[in-house]
């Protein structure tokens, strides 16, 4: 069988967060079935059992996956990545991707997931994934708002939670701060509330919360090193690029544009969505606070939010017939992004064509192909 080729990975992070002190155990709303190697990919799962995955890619993959604990969540959970890649002796570029900043999106880690395990299923394989891998690290965070996901999963009540779990200031007796808007980038202009009761509350200042500050602090060390910056969520089906401010466009705008709508290309190809590419305020909505807009104006050159399925019909519970096909299409988006980046980095003048290529290699592979 074919695999995927990755684009520009060399060591992914994964980021998770290990349970640690007080704070509730998560656990599954409805009653499961017993789930198998063959169907995991398929289900959504709650933070122990992708605590325990993550466990599990580093038992079987030694040399490639290894983790580090770079942050704590309010309730003292700790933020884990998963190093996933090959080692080399000198510094090597970076990709970042997140997954499950606001709670109810489940699909986001659910992708996270899949896109890990497809790259460790390739790498040995299959060439191109594996130069990608020796070029380039991955830092990729399956579930970074880990209170507010493990909250998610408490019972049918509380399955739409999207904001963290701090407790409100000043005498507001409501709970959580929107993640993706407490980010020091045009912090509190638009978008956003300073009611803590309010869905888009953006905290008391920028990075007041822990959640956000780890990322920023990751980043912020890494700044010189990572050429892409993947954030995802749903739903919309959109590709959204910097600014979320109105009025503002990033420096390189019309190249963001460029790759987003090849990537939306890429995504039809798999099984026919359609994902629109634009700003927040030219198909969304403005706001500011986020973290994509954070990592362009630190220099992170391609800063791109995904908003997987669906259009509505069912929103954030986005059935679980989904999953797969969701995963393969918004991996294939992810591809030419990816190859993009690594092409542009390491053979400048073949960008376009090695990444248009791969997309239509990874797209028949998609189309062809049944997740074992």
Aim: charged letters at 20%; proline letters at 3%.
């Amino acid at each position: 069988m074919m695999m995927l080729g990755l684009g520009s990975v060399g060591l992914v992070l994964l980021s998770l967060a290990v349970q640690s002190g007080h704070g509730a155990q998560d656990s599954a709303v409805w009653s499961r079935e017993e789930t198998t190697e063959r169907n995991y990919y398929t289900r959504y799962h709650n933070m122990s059992e992708i605590t325990a995955w993550m466990e599990q890619m580093k038992r079987e993959n030694p040399d490639v996956v290894s983790s580090m604990v770079y942050g704590q969540t309010y309730e003292r959970r700790n933020i884990t990545l998963l190093k996933i890649g090959l080692s080399s002796t000198g510094r090597k570029k970076a990709i970042w991707m997140d997954c499950g900043i606001h709670a109810r999106e489940w699909i986001a880690p659910a992708f996270c997931q899949y896109f890990v395990r497809e790259i460790l299923r390739t790498y040995k394989t299959d060439t191109k994934v594996n130069e990608m891998m020796k070029n380039l690290d991955f830092y990729i965070t399956p579930v970074l708002n880990v209170d507010g996901y493990i909250y998610s999963w408490h019972n049918e009540s509380t399955r739409l939670w999207r904001k963290s779990r701090s407790p409100g200031t000043g005498g507001c007796t409501c709970y959580g701060t929107d993640l993706n808007r407490n980010f020091y980038a045009n912090w509190g202009m638009v978008g956003v509330s300073t009611d803590c009761c309010n869905l888009f509350y953006c905290g008391t200042k920028a990075l007041s919360e822990s959640e956000a500050w780890a990322v920023t602090d990751m980043l912020g060390k890494m700044r010189e090193d990572i050429l892409a910056f993947l954030t995802i969520h749903s739903y919309g089906q959109q590709l959204l690029v910097p600014y979320g401010h109105p009025n503002t466009s990033a420096p390189n705008h019309d190249e963001l544009m460029e790759v987003g709508l090849g990537a939306a290309k890429a995504i039809k190809t798999v099984h026919g969505m359609d994902y629109t590419v634009g700003t927040s305020p030219d198909i969304l909505y403005p706001f500011s606070g986020s973290s994509q807009d954070f990592a362009r104006l630190i220099g992170i050159p391609l800063s791109f939010t995904f908003e997987l399925r669906d259009k509505g019909e069912h929103g954030f519970e986005l059935p679980e017939d989904q999953i797969q096909p969701t995963c393969e299409e918004a991996y294939a988006g992810a591809q030419h992004i990816i190859t993009y980046t690594h092409d542009k980095a390491f053979y400048s003048y073949a960008a376009t064509v090695r990444a248009t290529l791969w997309t239509t290699l990874l797209a028949a592979w998609v189309s062809s192909t049944i997740l074992l």
